[in-house]
């Protein structure tokens, strides 16, 4: 049984940072790129992050580049996003997804969360202003 299990959210001031993981279990984690989307309350989830199995391809929103930053540990089978400069729009339900690519250098659908084929339960992140 494949699971995915986020943690480190809660609420943060703006300005400050949280470092969200999520760590996976029954699956090959080192065959799977590995994304972050977000939600909130009547709107779609949307993309974040995301990263191929080898770490050699990195993906971002435009709303979060430059702030957010993507990373794996295949031998502890854990992504990590790390959130900075946080602010209030940040605030949503996040969520960790796999999706089964061999390739390290090219991830185009790494955006469509219909490619993914698994989902984490989701972590909740509050920024206050």
């Known amino acids: 049984q494949v699971q995915l299990v986020e943690s480190g959210g809660g609420l943060v001031q703006a300005g400050g940072s949280l470092r969200l993981s999520c760590t996976s279990s029954?699956?090959?984690?080192?065959?799977?790129?590995m994304g972050w989307f977000r939600q909130v309350p009547g709107k779609e989830r949307e993309f974040v992050a995301g990263?191929?199995?080898?770490?050699?391809?990195?993906y971002y929103a435009d709303s979060v580049k430059g702030r957010f930053t993507i990373s794996r540990d295949n031998a502890r089978n854990t992504v990590y996003l790390q959130m900075n400069s946080l602010k209030p729009e940040d605030t949503a339900v996040y969520y960790c997804?796999?999706?089964?690519?061999?390739?390290?250098?090219?991830?185009?659908?790494?955006?469509?969360?219909?490619?993914?084929?698994?989902w984490g339960q989701g972590t909740q992140v509050t920024v206050s202003s």
């Open positions: 997804a796999a999706d089964w690519n061999p390739y390290d250098s090219s991830w185009p659908r790494h955006s469509d969360r219909n490619a993914y084929d698994y």
């Open positions: 029954g699956l090959t984690f080192s065959a799977y790129a």
């Open positions: 990263i191929t199995w080898g770490g050699g391809s990195e």
